[in-house]
């Protein structure tokens, strides 16, 4: 018999706010996360903004040694997984440290630190490069560093599947409790990728957006987008065996009860234009979850803003969801959020969490002039009061990587 998987902590860093209930309001009153980057000169860069991090402290949150020897993505995981056991009240000290594990995933890795020790060799020398080059910049290295902080010594690793990731590694995660092999994981995702070359690289494939105005550049299924806008930041979701979490009194905020995932096997950048590969993803999660398509009342889209993306990702669902797609209320938060690569699943997941919690829709912001394919409810600029039973979040990446996640409301 399959294992219940409940919620019973999280945590966010992120541009819109450095603790879930900042974010929670920022997002649900369609707050815009994104503005012009300064963290380098970007005159000879196409794009010109990012939902970028400002002001962010590690040492708020991780000692000051040890936080001088993590890139930014391990810091931003480190603070998300600290408020996320706050949340949870989890005692580590009093449960089985093979029975709790991390999958945190990264869709890029340390490449801020890449970049800067790189720069190191070429100015000064090999014999300057830091001893904590390596251990800072490896994609495993938050799943890692959450584990020896909090002693969980069972199942871990890191997930990459470019922009599916963080569905990829909650979705994991729920599995090996389900199965019986944990009855804690701490899962989701973080990147710190708005550095030069990773936006070189981005504006070299046509992906990000050139629109140079934060206010409006990412505007998902509308008619006017011209790609997507990156983010940066942490998502970190603390999953309990049901009846681990109720005998230690846990606040338990949502079920996880469906999983999906597949490739298109089709190219590399690009989705399968018929969506074969997406429209399993969620079928295998509902399947999983053991409801029909009716029963979803909300959905969070991938919706990258890209001209590509948004009209693919819509035909999915009407094939999936067939009429009951026009009864559905469809959103992309990453209008507001920005696109969070490996980390974008882990934010929406908490983000679905919340709004199945608090029985409000998320907006899509900056719909103003809809794509005639695109022609869902999705929730345009204001969020909405509903009560949403069982919501689905869609995650799409790079090589075709596909992955679904349903939540539902707990109710004991």
């Not at 603390?238 to 190219?267: K, N, P, Q, S, W």
Request: proline share 4%.
């Amino acid at each position: 018999m399959k294992k219940r998987v409940v919620i019973t902590g999280m945590g966010v860093i992120h541009s819109l706010g450095f603790s879930l209930e900042s974010f929670w309001d920022s997002i649900r009153n369609g707050r815009n996360g994104i503005s012009l980057i300064t963290k380098f000169d970007t005159s000879d860069i196409d794009a010109k903004v990012a939902a970028e991090i400002r002001g962010f402290e590690p040492t708020d949150f991780i000692d000051k040694k040890e936080a001088r020897r993590m890139d930014s993505f391990t810091q931003y995981a480190m603070a998300a997984a600290k408020m996320a056991f706050e949340m949870s009240g989890l005692d580590m000290e009093k449960e089985d440290s093979f029975r709790a594990g991390v999958i945190v995933s990264s869709g890029i890795g340390g490449i801020s630190t890449l970049e800067d020790q790189h720069s190191v060799l070429m100015t000064k020398g090999a014999g300057r490069i830091s001893p904590f080059f390596i251990t800072s910049m490896i994609a495993n290295m938050a799943a890692a560093r959450i584990a020896i902080e909090y002693n969980l010594r069972g199942f871990n690793e890191c997930v990459v599947t470019a922009c599916a990731s963080g569905n990829n590694a909650i979705g994991d995660a729920f599995k090996v409790i389900q199965r019986g092999d944990a009855d804690i994981m701490v899962t989701g995702g973080a990147e710190s990728s708005i550095t030069p070359l990773s936006f070189a690289g981005f504006c070299a494939n046509k992906a990000l957006s050139t629109n140079p105005d934060p206010e409006t550049a990412c505007r998902p299924f509308d008619k006017d987008r011209d790609g997507f806008i990156m983010g940066e930041g942490a998502g970190i979701l603390i999953l309990e065996e049901y009846e681990h979490a109720v005998r230690r009194g846990a606040e338990i905020f949502g079920e996880i009860v469906g999983y999906g995932c597949t490739c298109d096997a089709y190219h590399i950048t690009a989705p399968d234009p018929n969506g074969e590969g997406g429209i399993k993803s969620m079928q295998f999660a509902l399947d999983d979850a053991g409801i029909r398509p009716e029963d979803i009342d909300y959905v969070n889209a991938h919706g990258t803003s890209t001209p590509i993306n948004d009209p693919c990702e819509t035909k999915v669902i009407k094939n999936v969801f067939g009429e009951h797609a026009y009864k559905l209320a469809v959103s992309s938060t990453k209008s507001m959020t920005g696109h969070l690569l490996g980390a974008a699943g882990a934010i929406e997941a908490i983000i679905t969490v919340m709004a199945i919690k608090d029985g409000i829709i998320p907006p899509t912001i900056n719909l103003v002039n809809p794509d005639p394919e695109c022609d869902l409810d999705y929730v345009p600029n204001e969020a909405r009061k509903a009560d949403i039973r069982y919501a689905l979040s869609n995650a799409l990446g790079f090589g075709g990587h596909n992955a679904a996640l349903v939540f539902k409301k707990f109710t004991g």
